[in-house]
């Protein structure tokens, strides 16, 4: 059984430092451009939903993600206020952070994380 321990930087990507390094033990995903990790599988909460550029995941928490200003916009659930997200290795934006949804409905996705699957990469025994 892998070890849950975290692995130094060096065994992931010597030439690059992450500001957070994911356990090899966990499933996880990772920036397609820079392969910084960005969330565990365990942190997933729904494949089903639909980011400015295709599919989409929304995570409970993130690692190495910048945020962006929050602003309001009309979504395809209604309006909410959010921020973008990027990578903090590469800064391409990966999605947004839901700061507040106005309808009660959609509460549950406050201080969540969207990341759209065009810029994740599954690493770590998805085999």
Not at 9 to 18: E, R
Request: proline letters at 6%; aromatic letters at 12%.
């Amino acid at each position: 059984m892998p070890s849950c321990e975290p692995v130094p930087p060096a065994a992931y990507l010597p030439t690059k430092t992450f500001r957070s390094y994911l356990p090899r033990c966990h499933r996880t995903y990772s920036c397609v451009h820079c392969r910084a990790h960005l969330a565990k599988h365990d942190e997933l909460i729904s494949k089903s939903f639909q980011g400015s550029h295709g599919r989409a995941y929304l995570f409970n928490s993130v690692v190495n993600v910048g945020c962006g200003p929050a602003e309001q916009r009309l979504l395809l659930t209604g309006l909410h206020s959010v921020a973008d997200i990027f990578c903090e290795s590469c800064k391409t934006t990966l999605g947004w952070k839901y700061e507040q949804a106005f309808e009660t409905s959609q509460k549950y996705k406050e201080g969540k994380y969207i990341i759209e699957m065009s810029h994740m990469v599954k690493d770590n025994g998805w085999d």
